[in-house]
C-alpha cells in the first residue's frame, strides 16, 4: 500500500505523489518511512533525501526543514530542496571549492556563519549528485 | 464652447497621459505574472506549516509550552499591517487601512501597529495610532532574511509580553481582478481541534519535542509573514496593473469625446466664417 508524500519549499511544491517509501536526513541520523510508519515530527539536516515510487528511485539535495509522518502520509517542509537532476554538478564543486577558499582566507568582516552555511549546501549538492552517477536515477530497486 | 485651438491642447495632454498610463500598465503587468507564481507557489507551504504545528502546539500543550505557545489573557494587541509603499493601485491601500482601523476599533484593549510599506505608516501617523515600528517595502522579491528582523520583533514583543496576541494584516490575492483585505491571527498559535488530535496518536519527536518546536515556532513566524508580503505584491501588482488599464481606457475614451468635440467645433468656425462671406457677398450685390 503506498503512501502520500509532499515535498514542500517557499518556492512551490516540489513533488506530491504516492510512494513506496522514503529516507531521509532526520536530525539524529537518516530514517526511512515505509506505510504504516507511526506517526513522527522530526527535523531535517542538510542531505539527501530519496523516495521510490513504482518507476524507480528519485533523490533530492535538501537542506533543512522538517519532516511530519501521520497515517501514512508524509510532510517534508524543506528551507530549500532541489531534485538531482536540477544540480548542476560542476557548479557544486565549483561552489565548494569557493567557500572553502573563502574559510580559508577568513577576513575579519566576512560573514562565517553564511560561509560556512554555503559550503554546507555546495557539499549536500555535490553528495547527491554523486549518488546519480552511481546509481542512476531510472536503475532497478536496490535489494 | 472651447476653442479648437484649446480642445487640441487638451487632447495632447490627455494622449500623454494615457502614454504614461499605459507603460505603468505594462510594467505593472510583467511583475504581476511573476509575483502571483511566488505568491501561489508559497501558499502549499505556508499553510502545510501552520497544518503542522497546530497539530504539534495541540500536543505539546500538557508539557512546559513554549513561549510562543502561551495563552495568557489579553491586555495588549499588536498588528503587523503589510501594504504597499506605492499609491495608483486603486482602492488597495485605503481597504486593508479601513480594515485595519475597524479591527482595531472593534478591540477592546490597546492595540499597536507595525507597519511595512509607507501606505501604512502614513495612514497609522496620521490617525494617531500606536505605530510601534515601521518598516520600508521590500519590494518586488522579498527574500526570507528580510523578514528577519520583523519577525524576530514580533517574537520579542509576545515574549516579553508586550503583546499577548498577534495579528497580520494583508490583502490576499484572489485573483488579477479580486484582492481581499484580511487580518488574521498569528499568535497565540490556535491548536489543531482536540478531538482531531485525539483521533491520532501523539508524535515521536526527533530530536525531542522541545527541540522541534524551537526550531519549528520561529520558521512559522518568517513564514507566514513572508508569504503575507508575497500575497501583497501579488496583490499590489494586479491592482495596479487593473488600475492602470482602467485609467488608459478611461483616457483613450477622453481623447475619442474632445476629438469629436475639436472637430465640431472646427466645422462651426468654418460654417461660421461661411456663412460670414456669403453674407458680406449678399450685401454687396445687394
Known sequence: MPMRLEILTAEGVLF????DSVVAPGSEGELG???????LMTM???GELRYRTAGGESYLAVHGGFMEVSGDHVVVLADAAEHVDAIDAARAEEAVRR???RIASRSADMDIERALRSLRRAQVRVRVTRRRRERPTTGLPEG | MPSVRQLRGR???VRSTARVTRAMQMVAASKMRRAQDLAL?????AEKLREVLAHVAGEATTDSPHPLLEVRPVRHTLVLEVTPDRGLCGGLPSNLNRAVARFIVARETPTAVITIGRKGRDFMARTGVDLKASFDAFGDRPTLAD???VSRMLESAYVDGEADEVHLAFTLFKN???QAPVVTRLLPVEPAALEAAAGSPDHLYEPDAAGVLAALLPRYLEMQVYHALLEANASEQSARMVAMRKATEAADDMIETLTLEMNKARQNAITAELLDIVGGVAALEG
Open chain 2, 11 to 13: 487632447i495632447r495632454g
Open chain 2, 41 to 45: 507557489g508559497a501558499r502549499p507551504y
Open chain 1, 99 to 101: 567557500a572553502q577558499e
Open chain 1, 33 to 39: 518511512i515505509l506505510p504504516h510508519h507511526a506517526a
Open chain 2, 147 to 149: 523578514v528577519l528582523p
Open chain 2, 176 to 178: 488579477t481582478m479580486e
Open chain 1, 16 to 19: 506530491d505523489g504516492d510512494v
Open chain 1, 44 to 46: 531535517l539536516q542538510p
